[in-house]
């Protein structure tokens, strides 16, 4: 490896690992006072870096906002539920997405609790985050909607959009966490109720 091409891959772990610690110390202050709006000032203090650094990473408030939603999924195994939308049966796609989706939101559901209570009472205060969250997770109930329509798997004089709509409010962190938490169920008891709701109330 030449000299040029380590100090490259040095400054690129570098600058991972600066990306990972800011992200840690907003997931701390997130457990650590989660009725308080974080401000990318003690973020920056709490992670050690300028503040400065903090937009220079993330671009934004916005951006640092949506890097937490985003990771907050990857950590939790969100590749599963990309991976059901593959498969070529879409009641299938449904059952495995809605099962890995239940369990994601279950590996941080504190973490997930904050941000969605807190976007609920001022969608800014997470920088319009989840609202963009949210925005994506209806596309997919959408394709999946017409993936259902096109198979002749949607009960009789449903449309695909009433269809999405319905898988929408299944898909939410608040149905799944009136179970996990509300009910005090497990989370494959959690999985398994809600696919079974959704099961009953959109396909043959």
Do not use: K, W
Not at 11 to 35: F, G, N
Not at 40 to 65: D, K, M, N
Not at 90 to 101: V, Y
């Amino acid at each position: 490896m030449t000299t040029r091409r380590y100090e490259q891959r040095l400054r690129a772990e570098s600058a991972e690992a600066t990306r990972a610690r800011i992200l840690d110390a907003v997931y701390e202050r997130v457990r650590a006072t989660p009725t308080r709006p974080v401000s990318v000032e003690e973020i920056a203090r709490a992670a050690r870096v300028a503040r400065s650094t903090v937009y220079q990473v993330f671009g934004s408030r916005a951006g640092l906002f949506d890097a937490l939603a985003a990771d907050v999924l990857r950590r939790g195994g969100f590749e599963r539920v990309t991976a059901a939308v593959a498969h070529p049966d879409a009641r299938e796609h449904l059952r495995q997405a809605f099962r890995a989706g239940m369990e994601v939101y279950a590996v941080y559901r504190d973490v997930h609790r904050v941000l969605f209570s807190t976007s609920a009472v001022d969608p800014e205060a997470t920088a319009g985050a989840m609202r963009r969250a949210d925005e994506a997770r209806a596309g997919g109930m959408e394709y999946l909607a017409r993936r259902l329509a096109e198979q002749d798997a949607l009960r009789p004089g449903l449309s695909a959009d009433d269809a999405a709509h319905v898988l929408f409010v299944l898909t939410g962190f608040e149905a799944f966490d009136a179970l996990y938490t509300g009910r005090g169920l497990p989370v494959d008891d959690v999985a398994r109720l809600i696919v079974l709701a959704a099961e009953n109330a959109v396909c043959r």
